[in-house]
């Protein structure tokens, strides 16, 4: 088999992804076992550059078992000679269970890695394309990994710190392991002196109230705004279509100072009806961007044998407009949703009575020196999962509606 630019490029690519898991993986076996060691990424990315490059000798399109077989042992195999036996600078001695089900986790990932990024290229000589879609190839995945670690990384060390004791937190910070063999009262202790000391439950009631009202009245008013400004004829129109966003100008800190000294005369700040005025006034208009939108690309002559037959034009826009809108609708609900349950900076400096403090406020109360950080991070934990499982569960209708009326014809 002829060997040439292919077989040099499956090599670079096991090479980077054994440097890159052994940094991920090295990280998450010290927060796992609490064992602290320095991660041999030489060793990992001599281990990947060698199986890649097996693979790209003995199979051209997709390994058989045989091969990944021998891949599997070979990356093992360098790994544990240039690492000496000691891949994450441990003695073997030392969590000897954990360090071999993370050798084992990163044996596996450097495979599969490169297994995906190299499929379908042969170890000859490759064209440009060839290379050119390689590369991008392994930076897709380098950036998924990269975003993927950030984003679930800090919420992994919040939900471990929120599960650990004030004593295993001071004796060592970095040791995220979870003895599942305590009691369930002890495990979550956090969590019930949460809801039962610190009054979290009257927070997520707040939280909600404020939320499902923002929703509300953020419809009601960018429903018809939307629907006016992509149907109807007025003098402005065009003027009023392209500047509905313009409120996003002015940074909230600017804002705040007004509504503080304004809300305080009318008797509307330390209530949660002045967060129910502020937060649609900083929704709607997002609202009525997306909507219009969506409305301009349904058929308006739909709309138009509505009147025909008889309706009003609140008739076309409650029959056939909103029924035709529902996936904006949920999107837009969605995306309003999450800015008023997530919002700081407003219920920080209308809020003073704990009576009426949201999720965010009331996770701001808990950074003190009198409430242990387990409690902090377990108020983290429960501002961040109902509104993670909504997104999740929503996210189709989210990515729908932003793209709604992003392309004509």
Request: proline share 5%; net charge neutral; glycine share 10%.
């Amino acid at each position: 088999m002829r060997i040439g630019s292919g077989a040099i490029a499956g090599v670079l690519t096991g090479a980077v992804w054994g440097a890159a898991w052994m940094i991920v993986i090295g990280v998450l076996f010290m927060f796992v076992s609490g064992a602290i060691g320095v991660p041999r990424v030489g060793a990992a990315a001599l281990a990947g550059a060698v199986g890649a490059g097996l693979m790209m000798v003995l199979g051209e399109d997709r390994p058989a078992l045989g091969v990944a077989i021998a891949g599997l042992t070979t990356i093992l195999i360098v790994l544990g000679a240039a690492s000496f036996g000691e891949p994450f600078g441990l003695a073997v001695s030392a969590a000897p269970v954990y360090q071999a089900l993370f050798a084992a986790l990163l044996i596996g990932l450097i495979w599969i890695s490169s297994h995906l990024c190299l499929k379908g290229f042969s170890a000859g000589p490759l064209p440009r394309y060839q290379l050119e879609s390689l590369f991008i190839r392994v930076m897709k995945g380098l950036g998924l990994l990269f975003f993927s670690v950030l984003v679930a990384l800090p919420f992994y060390v919040m939900v471990m710190t929120s599960l650990k004791s004030q004593q295993a937190l001071l004796a060592n910070p970095l040791d995220l392991s979870i003895d599942l063999s305590q009691a369930p009262a002890d495990l979550f202790r956090s969590y019930i002196e949460l809801f039962t000391t610190y009054g979290f439950g009257t927070f997520l009631v707040n939280s909600a109230i404020v939320s499902v009202a923002t929703v509300i009245l953020t419809l009601l008013f960018s429903v018809p705004g939307a629907y006016a400004v992509a149907r109807l004829k007025f003098p402005g129109q065009a003027f009023l279509s392209r500047s509905i966003l313009l409120i996003y100008m002015v940074p909230a800190i600017v804002l705040v100072i007004p509504l503080y000294s304004a809300f305080s005369q009318m008797g509307l700040r330390n209530t949660l009806t002045g967060l129910m005025i502020v937060y649609p006034a900083t929704t709607i208009p997002v609202a009525l961007y997306m909507l219009q939108g969506y409305f301009r690309g349904i058929p308006a002559e739909l709309e138009e044998a509505g009147l025909m037959d008889g309706l009003s034009r609140l008739g076309v826009i409650l029959k056939i407009t909103l029924p035709l809108s529902l996936p904006a609708l949920a999107s837009v609900s969605l995306y309003v949703f999450m800015i008023a349950w997530n919002e700081f900076l407003f219920a920080f400096m209308f809020l003073d009575n704990v009576d009426i403090f949201t999720l965010s406020r009331g996770v701001v109360s808990l950074n003190s020196s009198e409430v242990p950080r387990q409690h902090l991070m377990a108020g983290a934990v429960v501002a961040t999962i109902p509104v993670l499982i909504i997104f999740l569960w929503f996210e189709r209708f989210l990515v729908a509606g932003l793209t709604a009326g992003s392309v004509k014809g």
